[in-house]
């Protein structure tokens, strides 16, 4: 199958598409999760920590776009590159969803957003020159692993935060399809030691975005 012809335009729309993911207000055009409930009384620590927790889903998020935007560029089968571009509309209002809960805490994004973002388009170009089917099978085994992730911020955010609940539930539920809609699509198991390997870079990011 013939690769993707990449034009100067076509460079410039994704330089733009990186600049807008980066520094620019992401849109949404879904309801934001948890929009009607009520503020929950949380203490100072309380919110400090939940803001980091969103920061570090929101950086999540500005890989996932770098991510998606990477394996697109090299993706052979335009089905397949439809399915990442409506995968990435979602991460877009993921984005949304945790800025907009970064703000109402009182928090901020992290300050390494252009790294994360870089790094994760490297690797999404690195996974496509593998082939589409292994191109899937790394963005199926990211989105388990974001799932987890989390999970293990639902189990961690304060019982009464209803509103950052609402958002992560709503987020794990989205990355579930992703994952189901990479397997349907022909992804490829990758081995043992790739996914520990992603599993490692992982924690690093979301240990460094906590605090940056």
Known sequence: MAGVAVTADHLIAEFDKALRTIFAAAPTTRDVPGKDHAESPLSAGERSHVAALMRVNHAGEICAQALYQGQALICRDTGIRRALARAAHEETEHLAW???????????????????????????????????????????????????????????????????????????????????????????????????????????????????
């Open 98 to 212: 945790t800025e907009r809960r970064i703000r109402e805490l009182g928090g901020r994004k992290s300050l390494l957003n252009p790294l994360w973002y870089l790094g994760a388009l490297s690797m999404g170009i690195a996974a496509g020159k593998f082939g589409d089917r292994w191109n899937l099978g790394f963005l199926a085994e990211t989105e388990r692993q974001v799932e987890a992730h989390l999970d293990r911020h639902l189990a961690d955010l304060p019982a009464q935060d209803a509103k950052s609940r609402a958002i992560v539930r709503r987020m794990k539920d989205d990355e579930t399809a992703h994952a189901a809609t990479a397997v349907r699509l022909g992804a490829r198991e990758l081995p043992v030691a790739a996914k520990a390997a992603m599993r490692l870079a992982s924690r690093a990011m979301t240990r460094t975005a906590y605090y940056l």
